[in-house]
């Protein structure tokens, strides 16, 4: 039921906020992010099997050059589809406001994660509950700009 929820509430949010340039659905204010508003990106990613263009919004943190995203699922026992995809697809774009950028996608090593995760869960405090609902090790995903 919740990954059709994700999905159902995931379209609005897009069309809202490419309709407004970010300016409506660029923050995330639910949960942890209720009292702390998190910052939302539009990730575009290429079915593994379908070919389809897809995009989902996401909570993001800035590290550096990079964008850092958590395929989280809200706890859920599998990775989410634009995980997978991002997988066998990993050049594709973003959207951050009204800018659109190029990137490549790597799942964080041992050593990243380590690292970011702490400044993830600053950011949403929900991740650290995610993880503890799942026994799976949810993936910390780096973004690294390319050229157009």
Not at 70 to 85: D, E, F, K, T
Not at 92 to 116: F, K, S, Y
Request: aromatic fraction near 8%; charged fraction near 25%.
């Amino acid at each position: 039921m919740l990954p059709k929820i994700f999905r159902i509430v995931g379209r609005a949010q897009v069309a809202i906020y490419r309709r407004t340039g970010g300016r409506i659905g660029g923050t995330w204010r639910i949960g942890a992010g209720f009292r702390k508003p998190v910052p939302t990106l539009l990730l575009e990613h290429r079915g593994r099997k379908s070919g389809k263009q897809f995009t989902v919004p996401l909570l993001y943190l800035v590290d550096g050059a990079d964008i850092v995203v958590v395929a989280s699922q809200g706890g859920l026992a599998n990775h989410p589809q634009w995980y997978r995809n991002l997988c066998v697809h990993p050049d594709t774009h973003v959207q951050i406001g009204r800018e659109r950028r190029a990137v490549r996608a790597v799942v964080a090593d041992d050593e990243q994660r380590a690292r970011l995760w702490p400044a993830l869960v600053d950011l949403y405090a929900d991740f650290d509950t995610y993880q503890a609902w799942t026994e799976r090790r949810i993936p910390v995903v780096i973004l690294t700009p390319r050229p157009a």
